[in-house]
């Protein structure tokens, strides 16, 4: 009887060691960026107001003088402006020419509130945006219906209104508007802490504060269903039709929404300048914000707040510089040079260097 030999049991091979998957990091790190970018753009401008770095030919004065922080709250509130208007052409593909019209109504009404009616800035503020999205609903709901003799009909209508509104503010009926001077400021019904050159910090964090929540509210809607809606409309709207959607209802949202967004940047508007003009009910103002939208990028996340800080930075500074031209003439050189070299906009560069 022979005996049977058991095998030896031979020793588990180790585990081979796991590894990231190729491009694991780079995927985290791409998840981590549209996060981490704008907190760091808000924390830079948050701490703006406690540098007194002196950058000469650029500004006229350290980073937290009066008139730099002046300067930066102006740049941020174009920039929200540029965006909330971008919310229209960029992400539903609606060319209005009529935008200023809004934004001339939040300076102009918030002023009258406070003259006429004895309000204080917030409500009367509050009240001018409430009566601004109630005639951007109006007007809105009359200009869309122009949409079945094409797109050119919309921004005709829009162009319209603007200047009814535009040709009112100028004759100054009653004495309400000023006319041509526009209205100063009407500091009694303002808080102290918005006042004088000293309060300039103040108005710097308040138009920050503008541009934190038109970028909230445009992120966020748009990432939302009707932002998918939106972008569907703009590419193909008897999709959505047949789907069941309702192209119109879609594009009034969107309508009053951005001309609600314009109404408080006319708010912001008349604290920084100290004043409400007559230029911000111009079809032209309208224009300019187009420029902003392109010249950034239409349609972005960051496109038309960097083309609406940027544009508004050169404007503001080139009739400082003696450059022996027209401001105009070099804005509108290097806008079409931009647009030359990048059709989609300056933030366009960088996403095709990083394709």
Not at 64 to 70: A, C, F, H, K, V
Not at 72 to 97: E, I, K, P, Q
Not at 98 to 110: P, R, V
Not at 247 to 253: M, R, Y
């Amino acid at each position: 009887m022979t005996a049977t030999r058991t095998p030896r049991a031979t020793p588990a091979a180790p585990a081979p060691a796991v590894k990231d998957a190729p491009g694991a990091e780079d995927g985290l790190l791409r998840r981590l960026r549209p996060a981490t970018v704008p907190v760091a753009v808000l924390l830079v401008l948050a701490l703006l107001p406690y540098s007194a770095l002196d950058i000469p030919v650029l500004l006229d004065g350290p980073v937290n003088s009066p008139g730099s922080l002046q300067l930066f709250a102006l740049c941020l509130v174009f920039g929200a402006l540029a965006l909330g208007y971008d919310l229209m052409f960029g992400r539903t593909g609606l060319l209005s020419f009529g935008h200023a019209l809004y934004i001339a109504g939040g300076s102009y009404g918030t002023q009258l509130a406070m003259t006429e009616l004895g309000l204080g800035l917030l409500p009367a503020a509050l009240l001018t945006l409430l009566l601004g999205a109630l005639a951007a609903f109006v007007l809105g709901a009359v200009s869309l219906r122009t949409l079945a003799l094409g797109s050119v009909g919309f921004a005709m209508v829009t162009l319209a209104f603007a200047q009814a509104g535009s040709i009112y503010v100028e004759r100054n009926p009653g004495g309400l508007t000023g006319g041509e001077e526009g209205l100063p400021l009407y500091v009694d019904g303002v808080p102290d802490a918005l006042v004088g050159v000293q309060n300039t910090v103040n108005v710097y964090w308040l138009a920050l504060a503008y541009l934190v929540l038109v970028a909230g509210v445009v992120w966020t809607v748009t990432a939302r269903p009707a932002g998918r809606v939106w972008q569907a409309i703009r590419d193909n709207e008897q999709r959505v039709a047949v789907l069941g959607r309702s192209p119109f209802a879609h594009k009034l949202g969107a309508f009053v929404l951005a001309s609600s967004l314009a109404v408080l940047g006319g708010v912001l508007h008349l604290l920084v300048t100290a004043g409400a003009t007559p230029h911000t009910s111009t079809p032209e103002f309208t224009l300019t914000l187009l420029v902003m939208v392109v010249l950034g990028g239409s349609g972005t996340r960051w496109g038309p707040v960097v083309g609406g800080v940027l544009f508004t930075y050169l404007d503001q500074r080139l009739g400082g510089w003696d450059l022996g031209v027209e401001p105009m003439l070099i804005l509108g050189s290097l806008f079409v040079l931009a647009v030359y070299l990048a059709p989609g906009g300056i933030t366009a560069l960088g996403r095709r260097r990083n394709a």
